[in-house]
């Protein structure tokens, strides 16, 4: 049974800086998101009904690429992960241990990449 995703909000750097600082203490994973993009729609559409994964596993932070584009280079910048869209990073460490997009951005892919 899908569980409802507690989305946190990624608008600012300050955001950002601090994701990364609280990933040293639970694994972290952002969803890049375009808004115009009817594959991304799709991809976080069958994220969040096939979402199982507790509140303990992972903090899941949203971010609008279109709104908010630098905050998204920064993540390609930071991590050297090239931009994709739709896209998501687990970050653990302050390092991305896990990235996928498109339609491999699944609850399995997150789940498997949070066990390995």
């Known amino acids: 049974k899908a569980k409802k995703m507690n989305w946190k909000?990624?608008?600012?750097?300050?955001?950002?800086?601090q994701l990364v600082k609280d990933s040293h203490n639970k694994t972290v994973a952002i969803f890049k998101h375009s808004v115009s993009?009817?594959?991304s729609a799709h991809v976080k559409h069958t994220l969040e009904s096939q979402?199982?994964?507790?509140?303990?596993?992972?903090?899941i932070y949203y971010l609008d690429l279109i709104n908010f584009r630098p905050i998204s280079n920064e993540i390609a910048s930071r991590?050297?992960?090239?931009?994709q869209s739709p896209q998501i990073l687990?970050?653990?460490?302050?390092?991305v241990r896990y990235h996928s997009?498109?339609?491999?951005?699944?609850?399995?892919n997150i789940q498997t990449a949070l066990v390995a």
């Open 9 to 17: 909000i990624l608008e600012t750097m300050d955001t950002l800086d």
């Open 37 to 39: 993009c009817g594959i």
């Open 51 to 59: 979402w199982n994964l507790s509140d303990e596993a992972l903090d």
């Open 79 to 83: 991590f050297n992960v090239i931009h």
């Open 90 to 95: 687990i970050i653990k460490d302050g390092e």
């Open 101 to 108: 997009s498109h339609m491999a951005v699944t609850a399995d």
